[in-house]
T-cell receptor
C-alpha cells in the first residue's frame, strides 16, 4: 500500500518569496493534516481537513499561510510571503478515522529553509 | 491547554539494555495515544496506538502503556539495538471539541551504542 506522498522534499527560498507544498494522502483516508516541525520541537498542527472541509485551522497563520484540499484527496499548503521563522519541516499526515480518533500516518516531510 | 512532556530529552545506552521512555500530559483526559519514531531527516513512523478502550499495546520488542488516571504513558524497549537509535515522540488526543487535536511531545533522542 502506498504511503503519504509529499513534494518537494527540500526547498530553499529568500524571505518574502512564496512556496507551495503538495501532499497526497493514503487512498481512502478521509482526514488530512498539515503539521509544522521546527528543529528540536514536536510537530505542531497547522490545519486539519475532513474530506474537503476544514475542521481545525486555529493555529494556521492565516495572514501568510493557506491550504486547500480540493475534491477531498490531495492538498496544497502555501506560504506567501515567507519569513525566516517559517524555516521548518512541513509534515503531511492522514488517517482513516475522523476527528483524530484514528492512527496517523506521516509522509517524509518537506524541509523549508528561508534565507 | 494540553501540554506534553517527554522525559528524558536524550538517552544513551549500550546495546542490549532494556529502557523506558516517559510521556506525561497536563490534562489527563486522553482519548487515545500514539508513539512515533523519527529518524534524522525523515517523517514520523507510527509504532503503537493505544485507543480509548485499551491500556497497553505491544509490537515485537516494544510495549506502550497508558495510565489515564495520571495522564502518563511509557514506552518500553526490550533488548535495545543500534537500529533503535532515533527520536521517539508521543502524541495524545484529548477529549472535548469537534476536532480532538493530536498534541505532540518534544521527543526523546535515543542513541544505542554497539
Amino acid at each position: 500500500e502506498a504511503g503519504v506522498a509529499q513534494s518537494p522534499r527540500y526547498k530553499i527560498i529568500e524571505k518574502r518569496q512564496s512556496v507551495a507544498f503538495w501532499c497526497n494522502p493514503i487512498s481512502g483516508h478521509a482526514t488530512l493534516y498539515w503539521y509544522q516541525q521546527i528543529l528540536g520541537q514536536g510537530p505542531k498542527l497547522l490545519i486539519q481537513f475532513q474530506n474537503n472541509g476544514v475542521v481545525d485551522d486555529s493555529q494556521l497563520p492565516k495572514d501568510r499561510f493557506s491550504a486547500e484540499r480540493l475534491k477531498g484527496v490531495d492538498s496544497t499548503l502555501k506560504i506567501q510571503p515567507a519569513k525566516l521563522e517559517d524555516s521548518a519541516v512541513y509534515l503531511c499526515a492522514s488517517s482513516l478515522g475522523d476527528r483524530g480518533h484514528g492512527e496517523l500516518f506521516f509522509g517524509e516531510g518537506s524541509r523549508l529553509t528561508v534565507l | 491547554k494540553q501540554e506534553v512532556t517527554q522525559i528524558p530529552a536524550a538517552l544513551s545506552v549500550p546495546e542490549g539494555e532494556n529502557l523506558v521512555l516517559n510521556c506525561s500530559f497536563t490534562d489527563s483526559a486522553i482519548y487515545n495515544l500514539q508513539w512515533f519514531r523519527q529518524d534524522p531527516g525523515k517523517g514520523l513512523t507510527s509504532l503503537l496506538l493505544i485507543q480509548s478502550s485499551q491500556r497497553e499495546q505491544t509490537s515485537g520488542r516494544l510495549n506502550a502503556s497508558l495510565d489515564k488516571s495520571s495522564g502518563r504513558s511509557t514506552l518500553y524497549i526490550a533488548a535495545s539495538q543500534p537500529g533503535d537509535s532515533a527520536t521517539y515522540l508521543c502524541a495524545g488526543v484529548s477529549y472535548g471539541g469537534a476536532t480532538n487535536k493530536l498534541i505532540f511531545g518534544t521527543g526523546t533522542l535515543l542513541a544505542v551504542q554497539p
